[in-house]
């Protein structure tokens, strides 16, 4: 399982229900080698790839799919 620890930072301004700005950062990642690659054919050329890069996320792999776990939230009033 790929898993992003990701900080949250909403500014929002005075008496606002939105934020003006959402700003996300990766702090940590922590992630396993593919265990279905997908063989990828062009012309002659053959080459074997994570699935993480070629199918959609409901037919990837447990080690390529992302778990997102959203560790802070901080909010400011600007
Ligand atoms: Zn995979």
Sequence with gaps: MSRYQVQVTDTYARGAQ???STVRRVLAEE????LTP???RFG???RW???GRRLPHDRQ???C???I?????RRITA
């Design 18 to 20: 939105r934020p003006w």
């Design 31 to 34: 992630s396993g080698p593919c």
């Design 38 to 40: 997908v063989l990828i």
């Design 44 to 46: 002659r050329l053959r």
């Design 49 to 51: 790839i994570a699935c």
């Design 61 to 63: 792999c447990r080690n």
């Design 65 to 67: 799919c992302p778990r």
């Design 69 to 73: 776990v959203v560790t802070e939230v």
